[in-house]
């Protein structure tokens, strides 16, 4: 049984993106599941620290942008999510290729979620896992907008 209560198009999903910090890295929503929604993000020059390593800020920027856009689809029209707390444990260096990350719900709560986001490289080796705390709030007016709608 899925854990969406909006559709999810992919296509739309990633022109949502366009001019924001997830088009600037590249990330990719790539697939979705009855509780889980993957992106990819590329490891070269602009997701690198200054050692030409993937950046860990990078990965948690994957993170939070997985999690809270599964959030958001895990909620009537009614509401939307915002980030409260993340953390994030960086367990193995890149330097090149692709990361995916995987968002899946730990809590699916009336006023908090709780999302895990595992990011492995393209051999399915763990490169990041993080935890996100996620604030489920009520729309005050017709002028809020989530993309996700």
């Known amino acids: 049984m899925t854990i969406w209560k909006r559709s999810i ?19 990719v929503y790539t697939a979705f599941g009855d509780d889980f929604i993957e992106a990819n993000m590329p490891v070269c020059h602009f ?3 200054p050692l ?26 009614e509401s939307y ?27 699916l709560g009336v006023s908090t979620q709780v999302w895990q986001i595992n990011i492995t490289d393209e051999r399915e080796r763990l490169v990041c896992t993080s935890r996100l705390t996620i604030a489920v709030k009520r729309k005050r007016n017709a002028k809020q907008s989530i993309k996700a709608d």
Do not use: W, Y
């Open 9 to 27: 198009d992919l296509e739309r999903l990633n022109a949502t993106s366009k001019n924001t910090l997830i088009d600037h890295l590249n990330i």
């Open 47 to 49: 997701t690198h620290q």
């Open 52 to 77: 030409g390593m993937l950046h860990g800020g990078a990965s948690v920027v994957l993170a939070e942008t997985l999690g809270s856009v599964a959030a958001n689809f895990c909620v009537d029209k």
């Open 81 to 107: 999510c915002v980030g409260l707390d993340i953390n994030a444990n960086h367990v193995r260096s890149m330097r090149e290729g692709q990361v995916i990350g995987r968002a899946t719900p730990i809590h």
